[in-house]
């Protein structure tokens, strides 16, 4: 499009005067970002003679950095135009003929000419009210500070005070009467529940409060009027507010208003929680490292021994005639391999549980069959004469995690076994109760004293009467955070030198929203 033909758009006289006297810059530009038309006040805001900008590109106004991408952005604003704003909340910046760069907000709209579309800015240099806003920005910073200190500064000037206040971070600035009727209010807090200060003032404090907590406020602010000042918490809603209050006196002296800072420091609170986890995390995780290192340089070192001494003793066994006393070593080296790996696997079972990296894998199967297999699999941690019985009367069949499952039956036959003595039966019940699986694994062992029980599924944790024998104390834990996962649910019932029953019972079906479990 020609320059002339803008004559029907903008005609010269009272039209061209208007676009002239505009207090923000506008301009005109064709859709290859031809600039067709700009009024003074654009081309004084960018140092440009009258006309100088007619015919350049739109980018000669943009920092050179983002001219290439402003041309891609361009093109496609012009296969939609629309009425749009830019800068708002955002840093955009302009540049002048001398290379200076300045803050600008943009409005873009655009209006059809003879087929053509024309695109209309309207430019804003918005440099005064940024350094407004950093200079409002620094002022909230020091607020909280201003108000407990109730600097002179802050009391002589009552339209400071308002600015201030009504910036007030996350919280609120008020002042009451002694019968605790709003004075004044203000403070981002009150968009929060949609309220001005005009619509406070006059109206009761505590009338706005949770019953919760309004009795507990209202007894603190009465005592500041007889001169005590008061900073406490509140929690509401499932919120934290920090309360600070103090006295304002009057020209005799008498303390005839409250000054209340309200603070919502839930953010911070929630903040301060996560990080007492991540620390007692920390600490657990310190903890179990020096549990692992005793516990190994401990039970590692019998089971270590004793193939050093079988490995020893065998290269000495070389006779036909020495064949049982090798045979006795080798279980002895096989029992040993098998305590150390299911010392390993206990800590890197707990290992992946600490961590969240258990994930479920769920399908149908048989517990009957699951734990017939597991029978003949542990059939060398039997001590002489141990019987393993099972009773059964029909499938059981589940939908659940077949390794997790497969991992509680070999912790709580293996512990049967172990705590159980020579000549003595373990025995196994499976039975399909409706909704649920109930299993159980009932020994003649050693038993469990009654006053540590309650310790029994804690972490490290060992019954006095079972010192000597070798262990991690992490077994039960683990057993116990596996069944938890499937849902499940595990009790036991126990008594020093007669045995100890553990029955475990599990939903036939986990639903699928619960297969991943993180």
């Not at 009024?39 to 050179?64: A, C, H, K, S, T």
């Not at 709209?109 to 309207?122: M, Q, S």
């Not at 009210?129 to 600097?151: H, I, P």
């Not at 039956?409 to 025995?427: C, F, G, H, Q, R």
Request: proline letters at 2%.
């Amino acid at each position: 499009m020609k320059q002339g033909n803008l004559n029907e758009i903008l005609k010269e006289g009272a039209g061209r005067l208007l676009f002239d006297s505009a207090s923000e810059g506008l301009l005109v530009s064709d859709k290859s970002g031809r600039i067709l038309v700009a009024n003074r006040r654009l081309e004084e805001m960018f140092g440009y003679d009258q006309d100088e900008l007619i015919g350049q590109p739109v980018e000669v106004l943009i920092p050179m950095n983002l001219r290439e991408k402003h041309v891609g952005e361009r093109t496609e604003y012009n296969k939609a135009p629309r009425k749009r704003s830019m800068g708002v909340d955002m840093d955009l910046c302009a540049v002048r003929k001398d290379t200076s760069e300045f803050p600008v907000e943009i409005s873009l709209n655009h209006l059809k000419h003879d087929e053509e579309t024309l695109i209309v800015a309207l430019v804003t240099d918005i440099t005064d009210r940024k350094e407004a806003k950093e200079k409002l920005g620094k002022l909230n910073q020091s607020l909280e500070s201003m108000v407990e200190e109730r600097t002179e500064k802050l009391k002589e000037s009552q339209l400071l005070y308002r600015t201030i206040s009504r910036n007030f971070p996350n919280g609120t600035i008020n002042v009451f009467d002694r019968d605790l009727n709003y004075v004044f209010a203000e403070g981002q807090e009150l968009f929060r529940y949609k309220l001005s200060s005009e619509a406070l003032v006059g109206t009761s404090y505590l009338n706005r409060l949770p019953e919760d907590v309004r009795n507990e406020i209202g007894d603190r602010l009465q005592k500041v009027f007889e001169g005590h000042d008061s900073s406490f918490e509140i929690e509401t809603r499932g919120l934290t507010y920090k309360l600070n209050a103090v006295g304002l006196r009057d020209s005799n002296d008498v303390i005839s208003q409250i000054l209340l800072v309200e603070q919502n420091i839930t953010d911070q609170k929630i903040a301060q929680s996560n990080m007492q986890l991540a620390l007692e995390k920390e600490r657990d995780l310190n903890e179990l490292k020096s549990r692992f290192v005793s516990m190994a340089s401990h039970e590692f070192r019998t089971p270590l021994s004793t193939i050093l001494s079988s490995v020893n003793l065998l290269k000495k066994a070389q006779v036909i005639e020495d064949q049982e006393r090798r045979e006795k070593h080798l279980n002895r080296i096989r029992a040993s391999v098998q305590n150390l790996t299911a010392i390993l696997n206990d800590f890197l079972s707990l290992d992946k549980l600490e961590e969240g990296l258990v994930h479920l894998n769920v399908k149908s199967f048989d517990i009957r069959l699951l734990i017939i297999d597991l029978i003949e699999e542990i059939e060398g941690l039997k001590k002489t004469g141990q019987k393993i019985l099972f009773n059964v009367h029909e499938n059981c069949i589940i939908y659940a995690d077949e390794q997790m499952v497969r991992n509680v039956m070999i912790n709580l036959i293996s512990n049967a076994l172990k705590y159980s003595p020579e000549n003595s039966d373990v025995v196994i019940e499976c039975n399909d109760a409706k909704e649920h699986i109930e299993i159980s694994v009932s020994d003649s062992g050693i038993g469990i004293p009654q006053e540590e029980q309650e310790h029994l599924f804690g972490r490290f944790f060992r019954a006095t009467n079972a010192f000597n024998i070798q262990g991690t104390g992490l077994g039960l834990h683990i057993v116990k955070r596996y069944v938890d996962l499937l849902k499940g649910e595990i009790r036991f019932v126990s008594s020093p030198e007669t045995g100890t029953t553990f029955s475990v019972s599990l939903p036939k079906t986990i639903e699928h929203e619960e297969d991943i479990v993180d």
